[in-house]
């Protein structure tokens, strides 16, 4: 068991020092026809209004993505707003920038869908108003930049830490919506990441929806349908910590082993009691401030690129760092 | 005509209870249930084993206990969209008051009172302001789920030691959720005696027989001298109670709550569940046995699914048909019988 922490140590290192990798061009404010409106305002030196659009400002990852707006909004000259829908509502997303256009300087935005918004994206950006992608991409569109994690690759490095726990055996992947785009780029990149270990077989992929009942019972139902599984791979913030609780309340604590995402309360508990072997963290307060601090700074005449808040990955070794 | 012999003849006499049940709605759904659980036995050897089967009866504990006081809504005329808000709401609450230090009696009956608040709120709404109930509650639905993102700030809630709830409370606080009460688990356990409760109150009450007037005939239920509005307010309020007694349970089963997850969309669950056994939606027919069967009959549906291997969004679609295909046959059978 130590040596496997050890390693699940290495492996965050590692990692945490390498994800990266640019997705777009560098931008500048010099080559992109600007609305005269967001010109005029800037050279008059007034406040700049920048919204954030999440894509369910509800869900529990939520707080930690406006905690860094929140930080980027006591900057100087810049307003930043969250906006969004309660619950993933395309429509409403759509509904609430529309509502908003004429008051934007510049706009933020994790889809809910990136088909569906694309259009109304890249009109805003035909009319001048810098629109940038974070948390979720939005590749169908003309974003000008991307701030947020390589979904693919976080799903590789899950996958991977998963292989380098169980070494052999059968795996669940857990999801809260198994057709949403970042679970489809995660559970991609999971399985290239499993891939390497061929003594692993993945078993199925669990939707499990999104209410915790849902999710606990979707999960408790799986494990006894397929009792010889013995790694539970979630793509997630939300079925993580049900995968910890469902190994606590079975007593199969070193036989069924946890790999997920992302640092809710519970989850940081069961990586403390070893429920949950390890979680990838991917900084959503970083995220929600560069979110607004890369339109500020276009705004401003600075080149922007993408950023990769990267793969922070914590265990049972490094947990502590957290409380 | 006095109160109770307008009910019975509203209800068409009374034939004897074996009778009842063959020729009543449940015994449908009872033969549904049989057939898909030889289905499953027959399909999967784990399907039928006392650890599924009492996963089935935890699993579907908090959505019967709801659908018991929905059985009483919908019988009485009314429906209530708001439950899965309220259950939110309230097992949030409760969560909040222990981590800020309330004791555990206290911080349940709050929730309690809090539930059935709502629910006061959502009776007085349809009666007296002559609201329809499905808007009415369409509305609270939205305002109470936005109250307990406004209580916590869009947060978890995570009820343990380490956020300071007391080790005597959190102890008896787990137990409610996860205890065990001669090896049944402790939600269902609560699903038992409150399915009882409400079959005792639906059928075997004044109050019983003043849900089934105003549900079948308002007109007529106020001729016999119901006060109608009384019996729609206090349906909805044990709704609302309920509600808030599954959101208790839910947050002490699993001690991490979020007010945006927490009992979305369970009220149409609730609502799909009380109709596949029997209740009409058009009020003044309905029995807690119907419900119970038909909440079995989802839980076994979803449970089986995953145990024979079903794709994830195969599995939507089987349990949207079974609903629709369960509340034809039923629309059938009546209108034969009728015929």
Known sequence: ????????????????????????????????????RIAAKIAAGEELNIYVSYPDVSNEFAPFVLEGVARA???????????????????????????????????????VSTDALAPLLNRMI??????IAYNTDNPASKRLVFAGQDLVQSGREAGKLMGEVLGKGKVIITTLNAAAQWSLDREQGAREGLAAFPDIEVVSTLNTGTEPQEIYGAIENAMLANPDVTGILSLECCSTPAAGTWVERNDAK??????????LDLTVDHIADGYIDATIDQDPERQGFEAVNLLAQFLHGETIDDIDTGVKIYTSANIDELK | MDEQMAVKAAAGGAPSRMRRFRLGREFGVFVALVVLCV?????????????????????????????????????????????GSTYGLCGIAVGVLLVAGYPLALAIAAGLVLGAGIGLIN?????????????????????????????????????NARNGVGEADLAMF????????????????FFIVIALAGWFLLSRTSFGFRIFAVGGSAKAARVSGINVASVKIWALTLMGTLAALAGTLSLAFLPSGQAGRM?????????????????????????????????????????????????????EFLIGLVIVVAVAIDKWSTSSKSN
């Open chain 2, 39 to 83: 289905a499953l036995t027959l399909l999967n050897d784990r399907f039928l084993t006392p650890t599924n089967l009492l996963n089935i009866g935890r699993q579907v504990s908090l959505m019967g206990i709801m659908a018991v006081g929905m059985t009483f809504v919908l019988v009485s005329g009314e429906v209530d969209l708001s439950v």
């Open chain 1, 1 to 36: 068991m130590r040596r496997l922490v050890t390693q699940l140590a290495a492996a965050a290192a590692c990692i945490a020092g390498t994800a990266g990798g640019a997705l777009a061009e560098p931008v500048n404010i010099s080559d992109f026809n600007l609305n005269p």
């Open chain 2, 263 to 315: 009992g979305l969309g369970l009220e149409l669950d609730v609502i799909a569940a009380t109709i596949v056994g029997g209740t009409t939606l058009a009020g003044g027919e309905g029995t807690i046995l119907g419900t119970v069967l038909g909440v079995l009959i989802i839980g076994v549906l979803r449970n089986g699914l995953v145990l024979t291997g079903v794709s994830p969004f195969a599995q």
């Open chain 1, 73 to 111: 909004d006591a900057m100087d000259g810049i307003t930043a707003t969250v906006i969004g829908p309660v619950g993933p509502d395309a429509d409403l997303q759509i509904d609430q920038i529309e509502t908003l256009l004429d008051t934007m300087d510049g706009l933020a935005i994790a889809s």
């Open chain 2, 174 to 189: 787990e137990f409610l959720g996860q205890g065990k009460v001669l090896g049944i688990p402790m939600q269902l356990a």
């Open chain 1, 126 to 131: 035909d009319e001048g108003i810098p629109v």
């Open chain 1, 254 to 263: 070193g036989r069924v082993h946890v790999v997920g995402f992302d640092l």
């Open chain 2, 123 to 159: 009776g007085v709404l349809s009666t007296y302001l002559r609201v329809p109930s499905l808007i009415a509650t369409l509305g609270t639905l939205s305002m109470v789920r936005g109250a307990a993102l406004i209580l916590t700030d869009g947060k978890p809630v995570t009820v």
